[in-house]
T-cell receptor, first 113, second 115 residues
Framework: GDSVTQMEGPVTLSEEAFLTINCTYT??????LFWYVQYPGEGLQLLLK?????DKGSNKGFEATYRKETTSFHLEKGSVQVSDSAVYFC????????????FGTGTKLQVIP | GAVVSQHPSWVICKSGTSVKIECRSL??????MFWYRQFPKQSLMLMAT?????????EQGVEKDKFLINHASLTLSTLTVTSAHPEDSSFYIC???????????FGPGTRLTVL
């Protein structure tokens, strides 16, 4: 079945540091890939997405590129801020299914001033 | 983007009581909604898929008699936790599919605490 593996956290960075959160997936067909962010006490918000190979999703300075050859969708940001502190979930939606989303376990990011 | 709301945002109840959580799509019609459960420091676990006008499809291991789902209209799905117990305490999140764009929009979640 479909699965998503992302790096375990927590990840602690200083403000303005470079961020990478690794995500790899296993899926049949051609899934869409997503990064969601969850701030403390809140629900999930879509951060960015990519629907086909080599697509780059970007939003709020975050980027991720759909790499089919390595089945990866790593999240990056050049300069993190304290306000980026949250839990980040990598996810996929398989085009062949009935739109179920499979989530990774989440990576907590803490940015310190 | 599309907006999904949940009510209540948090609820505390006594063991043995039932709790209803509402999920509404505010500016679009959702033929399909999903209910997730999230334990502390863990990922979301899909509980069931709710289709308007038909019975919900439950994931393996989820008790359908305990977690009653009703998708009465194209903008409303409800999850009722029956005879709640402390182990049912969790963060419950719903989502709705918007057909164009093949994207799920998530509600803000409901934190249930059973004493």
């Amino acid at each position: 079945g479909d699965s998503v593996t992302q790096m375990e956290g927590p990840v602690t960075l200083s403000e303005e540091a470079f961020l990478t959160i690794n995500c790899t997936y296993t899926a049949t067909g051609y899934p869409s890939l997503f990064w969601y962010v969850q701030y403390p006490g809140e629900g999930l918000q879509l951060l960015l997405k990519a629907t086909k190979a080599d697509d780059k999703g970007s939003n709020k300075g975050f980027e991720a590129t759909y790499r089919k050859e390595t089945t990866s969708f790593h999240l990056e940001k050049g300069s993190v801020q304290v306000s980026d502190s949250a839990v980040y979930f990598c996810a996929l939606m398989n085009s062949g299914g009935y739109q179920k989303v499979t989530f990774g376990t989440g990576t907590k990011l803490q940015v310190i001033p | 983007g599309a907006v999904v709301s949940q009510h209540p945002s948090w609820v505390i109840c006594k063991s043995g009581t039932s709790v209803k959580i509402e999920c509404r799509s505010l500016d679009f019609q959702a033929t399909t909604m999903f209910w997730y459960r999230q334990f502390p420091k863990q990922s979301l676990m899909l509980m069931a898929t709710s289709n308007e006008g038909s019975k919900a499809t439950y994931e393996q291991g989820v008790e359908k008699d305990k977690f009653l789902i009703n998708h009465a209209s194209l903008t409303l799905s409800t999850l009722t936790v029956t005879s709640a117990h402390p182990e049912d305490s969790s963060f419950y999140i719903c989502s709705a599919i918007i057909p164009i764009g093949n994207e799920q929009f998530f509600g803000p979640g409901t934190r249930l605490t059973v004493l």
